[in-house]
């Protein structure tokens, strides 16, 4: 996979999970399939639940987040101010 991030990532699953909230740049347009790009540093997964129980995940390292709940963890391409942005979140 490209554009996700500045390592290798082989299945998108390693990067991204259904629910997540991300921040990307639009790089590429066509019709109405976007190509999108989280591969700088403030890019990437802002918000994030643990898949097992629904808990939000907490930052433990560069790529990695554990739930408080139940203690699983998991990987992601989180961006650097994971959990602390100011803008309001939409859905």
Same mark, same amino acid.
């Given at each position: 996979?490209?554009?996700?991030?500045?390592? @290798?990532?082989?299945?998108?699953?390693?990067?991204?999970?259904?629910?997540?909230?991300?921040?990307?740049?639009?790089?590429?347009?066509? @019709? %109405?399939? @976007?190509?999108?790009?989280?591969?700088?540093?403030?890019?990437?997964? *802002?918000?994030?639940?643990?898949? *097992?129980?629904?808990?939000?995940?907490?930052?433990?390292? @560069?790529?990695?987040?554990?739930?408080?709940?139940?203690? %699983?963890?998991?990987?992601?391409?989180?961006?650097?101010?994971?959990?602390?942005?100011?803008?309001?979140?939409?859905?």
């Amino acid at each position: 996979m490209s554009q996700i991030s500045d390592r @290798y990532v082989e299945k998108i699953q390693e990067a991204f999970q259904i629910t997540d909230i991300i921040r990307a740049r639009v790089i590429k347009q066509k @019709y %109405n399939e @976007y190509d999108l790009s989280t591969s700088e540093k403030n890019l990437g997964v *802002i918000y994030a639940d643990c898949v *097992i129980c629904g808990t939000p995940l907490v930052k433990i390292s @560069y790529n990695k987040l554990r739930c408080e709940r139940c203690g %699983n963890q998991e990987s992601r391409k989180i961006a650097n101010d994971y959990r602390n942005v100011d803008q309001p979140l939409r859905f």
